[in-house]
Every structure is written in C-alpha cells, then in structure tokens.
C-alpha cells in the first residue's frame, strides 16, 4: 500500500509529491505511525538545501513528529497500537554503549536521524525505532506537541541541567526555540529576560513568560545588563558579538549555545578566567528528558504556538520559516 | 621595628632590597607573620612587569606564603600566635557578599590581593586578614606547601569539582601548576595523561602520576588521541591552538583554563555544539576550598617540588621562572 509524501528532489529546491511504499514487514523494534502533524524545524531547512553534506534526495523532510501507532514489530513492548506518540530529531541508538547506558543518546555513535538516509515526517505515515516513541501527555494539543519533540528537548536539555529556579536567564531569539525557552524558564521558577531583534515582539514575549524584553541592538540597554545574567541561553543560528553576550553573562555564569551557528566563537581568554565563566554547547536531548520535558511541559501549559497548514501547503509553510516569519513555528497537519 | 624586603622600583626592574616598618597597631582581624618562605608565582613576574596594569611601586611581589604568627589583631579568633599558616593570592574579602557567603571569595567585589597595592611575600614580615591565614598541616613542609597556596589551589579548584575518579585528563604543561595537577589529578583517581613541549619531562610527569606523557608538538600523537578525554586543564599562558586541543576533549567533556592566556580562544560553535564540550575558566578557589586542598595535599603526598633560594637571591630566582628553567617551583627561604 502507497502513501504520499513530499520530497526535496535536489539540494535548495521546492517539495513535491511522491508516494512511498509502506513496508510488508517492520523491523522487531519498530513502530509504524499514522501522522497526525509534523513541526518546520529550521534543520529541515539545512537538510533540504545540504548546508550539512548529509542530505541525499530525494529527501523528506521532518523530525517533530506526532501521530498513532498503526503497526509494531514482535518486540515491541513499550508501546502498542493506538497509542498517540512524539518522534523527534533521533529515531534510533544502540542502545548499548556508555552514552546510551548513561541516557545520552544523542552522543551514541550509532545515532540515527529520523529524516537524515530515511524518509521523514512531511508523509502520511512514519517508521521509527519504538524506543524513541514517546507517549504524548493527553493535556498536549498535537500540533502543540510536535514541536517539543526537537526546538523543546533543545532548550528544555541546557535549562534543566543548568538553571536554578533562583536564576536569572536570558534568551537570545525569540523563535521557534526560543519561545518555548521563555515557557520553560518562568515555568522552572526563573527571572527571565528575552532578547530579540524585533521589537514587535515585546508583548508575546511577555505573554509567553518574559519578565523583561531587551531589544538586543540598544546598545545602551545592553550595557546596562553586564554582569547580570546566571546562565544566557542562545537559540539563533547566526554568529553574534560572543564577547558582547560573554559580558552580560556574571561571575561563574554561563553562556550555552543550541544553535548550529556556522563560525567560531571568539572570546577573550581573560574574561573567560578572570569571570570564571562558562560557554557550553548541547543538542537534542536523551530519552529520559523527553519524558521529563513533555510531563513538564503538560503540567505547566507549555505549548509551541503553531501556525498550522496542510501537509500539501508545505512551500509555502517553508518559505515562511525561511523568511523568519513563522509565529513561532510551522506545523503541517497531514490527517 | 624596621624589617628587610625586596622591590621592583619600577615596571620589569631587578628587585632591590628595602626596609619597611612594622606597623605599631594591626587591624582587627589582621594577623602578622614572620615569613619562613615564599614562593614564586608567574603572576608575581606579571606584576613587576605591570603587564595587567595594576602594579604600583614599589613593587613587592609574593602570594605564596608560608609563616609562623607571631601577633594578631583584637578580634582575632581562628588562629593564634605561634600557628604555622599559609597566605596565597588573595588576603581578604568583604565576606558579606552573595560569593564570600557561597564560598566563592575569589569573585568578591572587594577582594583584596596580597601583593596588589600592598606589601607581599618577598620579605620578612606579612600583614593578612586573619579569615585568609589557613594552617598548614603538620605532614606538609613549609617549602612544599607555599606553592599550593596559590599554584596549588589553581589547579585543585577544577579538578576537584569537574573530575571523577573514572575520568580521562590531561594537563597542558608541567610547570608550576601542571606538576601539582598531575599530582592531585592521580590523587583522585583519574587516569593522567602530561601534555608537555619538552620531551626531557617526561620521567618526571611520570614520577608525579602521569600514567601517559605526551610531546604536545607531535601531531601523530595528537591525532591519535581525538575526543579522548572527559576533562584538559590548560595551565599555560600562552595561546594555544584551541580547535585542536578541544578536539581532543570527548563529547561531553570539557576544556578548562587557568592560565591568563593574552588572547581569544576561538572554536567552532559546531564543535562545541555538536560535541556537548564545554570550555570553561577559573581563578584560585575560596577558603573551604583551600583547606581541603591542604588536607588532601597532606594525605596523599602531594607536594610543591621546590628549588628554594635564600631571600637575597631573588632575582636570579626570578630569572629562572623567567626562563621557564624552575623544576617545578622556585621557594624563596626567608627565615
């Protein structure tokens, strides 16, 4: 039986239809899911246009996941038919070396993306590895929930491991990462602060859980903030002033950095030790965390504000991510 | 009472001996000490160089001190005439601020510096806060001991709080600091590796725990041993060719600098992102810090390998750091 999907043909091109086979046999440990919807990550992005030398076409986009198993292999235990479940960026690990054993298996060597060599989640219908299927809190809307599963588990991973509720954190852009980073910070008890370029967007900042808005090209209110911030979180994907950012960062702070930014990071040695400061870097988030994230995310009404299109809409969904126009994220509804 | 000191009279000048006066009346909580040795920090050569723009002259350089108390202000309580106690970098703090309250003195906004606008240790006598005077403990002699004050506690600092026994580290650079990380880094349980550019050290790193020496110049080697370690703590201050020796680091791991390097470190954001690394710095430590670092010093054998020269000598003492030509610490006698 053929299902429909939509396909880059070749590096940066539009997507178009195709129609895949469902397979006769599923692998011991795999689901099949009916999809529900599937979030616009801006990885989709780099994947449909090869800014990462892994893509190869025809590719199908699309790692935030969620819709109904329909079918599972003779293994499967963790899950059964009819349950509404999440796939992310990862779909499948070993599950047996030090990183899995330690619940960090996005560092698994044998890690494997959901839409990288398989075909993602702009389709009717899914395969993944049940392990990484993650039962959807029934409080979770799915259109809100798709995109938990990859732009969420990102802030989500460097928030809980590094705030304190005590904290002071800020959050560089306002985005499809980044207004579920302010969500997640009020809830976990911080005072949080959000960065933008935009200064349209104050007052969702702040309806999303900002105390303040900081419009990141004032200069003068910028350095009013120095040595003001426990952790600053970056969420954009483009190369900013580090040393700027480091300095609004305080002693034995931390500046954490989720965005795939293309070039270094440059800061000065001394403000790094005489500060004793810290510049991190994490991705995704391992599978206990999930769960975690989205029963946190159920109990304290954190949800992706999705602008929500049909799955044949795909372009133009995708011309508006590209276009930084999406508020906050772009999800396709496909039943 | 007039006693006999040693200062630069001026920026990257010999030292020449002077005398000062002792002072009729101490402070409160001040205690004075008959120094029996001090050691001789890179920091202290920066000062005389007034390469941080903080000197003022005369110049009495020394922060590594070992002495016996022989007089104590009024309010004086947790030590006593007679004590044989230590004196590093820094001689007080507020110690009502948000960090003297966490244990995190170094970061006080009114830490003062032992030899920073006030006289150090190259000389017969000490004035310090008596909250930062630490009693040495009896297994460590005094020319052994004055280096951890400062050099020691530099490098106990991080390894004490990013190290686990099961940990991978490696130590870049075995002076001053790195002979006493090699030592406390082994004292913990960790797996020890020397990074060094001369090949003549290696039985020595070896003798002072490093289970493997590697000759940071040989770039087989190097190659041989990427994303290998969970923790390397850079003790140099020069720049380094930071890229590569973060790719040494393992996912998960982190760089850690003590070393006032002049310049930026720069990496790729996608090393450290797609990595999980960590880059991070440190000064010092607080004073819940220091007597631990002691009392572990005490217990496991870890000692300061001294070249001790009497007082008058200093500046051929100075020159051998100058010259990187101290096998580990030159110690100056006093008494």
Redesign the interface.
Known sequence: MSFRAYAAPAAGKELEPIQLERPSELGPFDVEILVECCGICHSDIHLIDNDWRISSYPLIPGHEVVGKIVRKGALVQNVKEGDRVGVGWQCASCLACE?CERG?E??CDHHVATCVGRPGGYAEYLIADSRFAFPIPEALPSESAAPLLCGGITVFTPLSRFASPSDRVGVIGIGGLGHLALQFARAMGCEVTAFSTSPSKEAEAKRLGAHHFVVSTDEKAMKALANSFDLILSTVTA?LNWPMWLSLVR??GRLQ??????????????Q????????????IGGRAGIRKMLAFAARHGVRAQAEVLPLDRVNEAVARVRANQARYRMVLKVQ
Chains 1, 2 share one sequence.
């Open positions: 990183w960090e996005p560092a190369d002693k034995h950095l989720v965005g795939a930014s293309p070039g270094n990071i440059s800061v000065p040695v001394m790094l030790v005489g500060g004793q400061k810290t510049i991190s870097g994490t991705i």
